[in-house]
């Protein structure tokens, strides 16, 4: 069993910048993809990015590139989500998720399809005011 939680979620002005993050607890393997989603009120959720978390490479959706940014601290087992240049349209609740990646290559590439995650966080959530 993994929990995951999300912290860092509030009120910001347009153009301000978020760091979420995502703590990882339980029992975690190597082959691991973690991702990032949200999902903004009467709309379906949205795959930001993902992380493998022992590979350590990254994936950003394209529309989201050039302001968002996923890290991590092995040590602490915790994902960040850097948001830079917020908008009004990035308002909504932020999830991460595992995706533990049991029986799959290990180079296998970090899916951003909810359906192949199976735990989730509660959710953090990010308004930005225009």
């Known amino acids: 069993q993994v929990q995951l939680v999300e912290s860092g979620g509030e009120p910001v002005q347009a153009g301000g910048s978020l760091r979420l993050s995502c703590k990882l607890s339980g029992f975690l393997n190597s082959n691991q993809c973690v991702g990032w989603f949200r999902q903004a009120p009467g709309k379906e959720r949205e795959g930001i990015g993902t992380?493998?978390?022992?590979?350590?490479?990254?994936y950003v959706h394209e529309s989201m590139r050039d302001r968002f940014t996923i890290s991590q601290n092995n040590t602490e087992n915790t994902v960040f989500l850097q948001m830079d240049s917020l908008k009004a349209e990035d308002t909504g609740m932020y999830y991460c998720?595992?995706?533990?990646?049991?029986?799959?290559?290990?180079?296998?590439?970090?899916?951003?399809?909810?359906?192949?995650?199976?735990?989730w966080g509660p959710g953090t959530q990010v308004t930005v005011s225009s």
């Open positions: 992380i493998h978390t022992s590979r350590g490479d990254t």
């Open positions: 998720a595992l995706d533990p990646g049991r029986g799959r290559s290990y180079w296998r590439k970090c899916s951003m399809s909810p359906s192949a995650f199976d735990d």
